[in-house]
C-alpha cells in the first residue's frame, strides 16, 4: 500500500494552536476576510464543489501544513482536487507530490486564448 508523504506525518505534528478547534476563532491563515473556524468549516461542508473548493485551496494554500489536517483529510483533498488545484497558486506543485496526485497543468491548455 502506497503511502505518501503527507499520510505518513499526519500523526507526529500537533496543531499550532488549541484555538483552531474553536468556531468562534478568527484562524491567522484566513487573514484577508472575517471568516472564523466556525464558518470554514461551513465553506467546507458546502454542497457547491466550486465553493468547497475555493476554501479547501485557501487552506492549503494559506495554513500551516499540520494545520489543514484540522479540517480535512488527505483523502478528502484527492476527492476535491479538480475542485481545488485551481486555488493553490504555487503551492499547487507541492501539494501535489505530498498527496501523491498528478499535477495538472494551471491554466489548462485549453484555457489559452488562441
Avoid at 48 to 72: C, H, I, M, P, S
Avoid at 90 to 97: D, F, L, P
Wanted: hydrophobic share 40%.
Amino acid at each position: 500500500m502506497y503511502l505518501s508523504p503527507v499520510d505518513r506525518v499526519l500523526t507526529v505534528l500537533p496543531p499550532t494552536s488549541a484555538a483552531l478547534s474553536e468556531d468562534e476563532t478568527r484562524p491567522y491563515f484566513l487573514w484577508w476576510t472575517e471568516a472564523t473556524v466556525g464558518d470554514l468549516r461551513r465553506y467546507l461542508a458546502d454542497a457547491d464543489a466550486d465553493k468547497r473548493g475555493y476554501w479547501l485551496g485557501a487552506l492549503l494554500r494559506e495554513a500551516n501544513t499540520r494545520d489543514v489536517w484540522l479540517f480535512t483529510s488527505p483523502d478528502e483533498v484527492r476527492k476535491e482536487w479538480p475542485h481545488v488545484v485551481r486555488h493553490l497558486g504555487r503551492t499547487r506543485e507541492r501539494w501535489a507530490w505530498l498527496l501523491g496526485v498528478a499535477d495538472a497543468t494551471w491554466p489548462p491548455p485549453e484555457a489559452y486564448v488562441r
